[in-house]
């Protein structure tokens, strides 16, 4: 269709993916072959069946399984060659991708060969593949704000190529975003930007401590906010983008139908959206999906497809020169 050729066509960003969660299944089946006793299926259809969630905290529990098997600095090389080849054939420029340090050092990785691996997937990303990558290094909400503060010591203790900003992922449910708020000041004032999931699975409050108490400068989800006007004009008159992913919402269960995803009303309030996978290999999908998907349910038009592409680059922490041959 001539939607699909222009988006396969159009130069993008994507703001919002996670490491582990872009493995392809290819990858994760190598991976669930050399850890046999991780609980991963190894076989592609089981696979696909164990990525069947029946809801948020069920997609989390799954996420921790697989970012168990990601045990070296190899394996970390491994998924940015993936991922940057995905990305390369969706015709993404730029990413900054989710490194959830802690994570990774809980799962075998030292902090000096995890920055490392960073180092060097990147330079294979822009070397190999044409793509440029940022980190943004999330916190997982479980690990409570200690985990936080380790995520910050290793940001900047380490601080790889390309560290661009600060996140915060993993359940809203039962953990307060403000108890981050000592982590993200000391992020902040080392330069980092703040980008932490907010309203992802629950209402405009959350939303609202990710802006007033994190700094937020970007929001990860944000789809809460939909049922605030107040925070919608907030957002939209401090040019706060959200970064919108309608098919992890409906994966997650974060939504319970597409149709009824808030994408639509968010754009109508002004607010900037950027499209996202969020964790394209667990999801079933890839960025032009994403696209193709607006057009699909929610009639957006090619100049809007184009225009929620300039949103992004616009809200893209990557390098002006970049930024502009995107735009
Ligand atoms: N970690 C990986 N994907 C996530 C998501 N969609 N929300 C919160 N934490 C995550
Ligand atoms: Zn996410």
New binding site residues.
């Given amino acids: 269709s001539p939607v699909a050729a222009f988006v396969a066509a159009l130069p993008k960003v994507e703001l919002h993916l996670?490491l582990v969660?872009s493995a392809s299944l290819d990858t994760v089946l190598a991976l669930a072959h050399h850890h046999p006793d991780g609980g991963v299926p190894t076989e592609r259809e089981a696979l696909r069946r164990f990525y069947a969630f029946t809801d948020f905290p069920h997609f989390l529990n799954v996420?921790h399984r697989v970012n168990l098997l990601v045990t070296t600095a190899a394996d970390v090389v491994t998924l940015l060659d993936g991922l940057a080849g995905e990305l390369a054939a969706r015709t993404v420029r730029y990413a900054e991708v989710q490194v959830t340090a802690v994570r990774n050092r809980m799962a075998g990785i030292a902090y000096p060969e995890l920055a490392a691996a960073l180092t060097d997937g990147r330079a294979l990303a822009r070397e190999r593949h044409g793509v440029e990558l940022g980190w943004i290094f999330d916190a997982d909400a479980t690990l409570g704000p200690e985990g936080a503060e380790e995520t910050v010591d290793f940001a900047l203790g380490y601080r790889p190529e390309g560290t661009v900003g600060i996140g915060l992922?993993?359940p809203e449910v039962g953990v307060r975003r403000a108890d981050f708020a000592p982590a993200f000041d000391r992020a902040r004032a080392a330069g980092l930007h703040s980008v932490p999931?907010a309203g992802?699975t629950v209402g405009p409050d959350e939303v609202w401590a990710a802006v007033t108490a994190l700094r937020a400068e970007r929001i990860g989800h944000g789809i809460g906010a939909a049922a605030d006007p107040r925070l919608l004009d907030h957002l939209a008159e401090h040019r706060v983008p959200l970064e919108v992913s309608p098919t992890?919402n409906l994966r997650?269960g974060a939504v319970t139908a597409i149709e009824e995803h808030p994408l639509p009303v968010l754009r109508a309030a002004g607010v900037p959206v950027t499209l996202a996978t969020?964790?394209p290999g667990m999801f079933h999908t890839d960025l032009n999906a994403e696209y193709q998907l607006c057009h699909d349910v929610f009639g957006m038009t090619v100049p809007e497809l184009a225009e929620i592409a300039r949103d992004g680059a616009r809200a893209a922490f990557c390098a002006p020169d970049l930024r502009e041959r995107i735009l």
Wanted: charged fraction near 25%; charge should be negative.
């Fill in positions: 996670h969660g996420y992922g993993g999931h992802e992890s997650t969020d964790d």
